[in-house]
């Protein structure tokens, strides 16, 4: 049983369209993460939700729109893809905010492409 | 702000060899440390933490990390790689309070060679 679950795993798209990762998690964590690894695998944060209330939001284009309709779940939708979006995405989960409890539980990652 | 500085982009070893990571810290406080490992096409996974306490930690696949105040440093050791140790490593550092978000450093890569 995946612990964080992403989906899709692969994502190639034109340019101007919108797009939804959807993650979900069982591990009954309060708290979950996107970030964004690029190309050189550097990994950055992008938003953080803890129970569905948002309080970790990154110098992030406002074309990324997280959406958490439980703490179980954590959604990140694009609108108007750029080149520059291309880049794996991964979710994470922790069991409450911040590092100081330690472990992050990321998902395997979603690879979008835009041509 | 904290900072994570891995200076090493890839490293070679040979199958059987000692390991070393090395991982550089900036932060003003003491940090909370850790070690995440990335096997290919996969998230990352806890290695090791250090939070406070015996600076020398234990993590899992035989892995440790050793904190020095005085070096900003927390570099990741092993004995003995093993060939299934070929990934991505990355250390990070979070703050030892609030709701503090997790830097993580550029990444080190890991190629096994037998």
């Known amino acids: 049983d995946t612990a964080v679950s992403q989906t899709p795993k692969y994502l190639v798209t034109q340019m101007g369209n919108d797009k939804s990762i959807k993650c979900e998690q069982n591990?009954?964590?309060?708290?979950m993460y996107w970030y964004k690894q690029d190309s050189k695998k550097f990994l950055k944060i992008m938003f953080s939700y803890n129970n569905k209330e948002l309080i970790i939001n990154e110098t992030v284009p406002n074309r990324f729109s997280p959406k958490s309709p439980d703490k179980a779940h954590l959604n990140l939708h694009i609108n108007s893809l750029e080149l520059g979006d291309s880049a794996v995405y991964f979710c994470?989960?922790?069991?409450?905010?911040?590092?100081?409890?330690?472990?992050?539980?990321f998902g395997e990652g979603s690879r979008l492409t835009v041509l | 702000a904290q900072s994570v500085t891995q200076p090493d982009i890839h490293i070679t070893v040979s199958e059987g060899a000692s390991l070393e990571l090395r991982c550089n810290y900036s932060y003003g406080a003491t940090p909370y440390l850790f070690w995440y490992v990335q096997s290919p096409g996969q998230g990352l996974q806890l290695l090791l933490k250090y939070f406070s306490g015996d600076t020398l930690v234990q993590g899992i696949k035989g892995f440790e990390a050793e904190f020095k105040r005085s070096q900003s440093s927390f570099n990741l050791r092993k004995p003995s790689v093993h060939w299934s140790d070929a990934a991505e490593y990355f250390c990070a550092v979070g703050a030892s309070f609030g709701n503090e978000k997790l830097t993580f450093g550029t990444g080190t890569r890991l190629t096994i060679i037998p």
């Open positions: 591990l009954g964590h309060d708290t």
């Open positions: 994470a989960s922790s069991q409450v905010p911040g590092p100081s409890t330690g472990e992050l539980f």
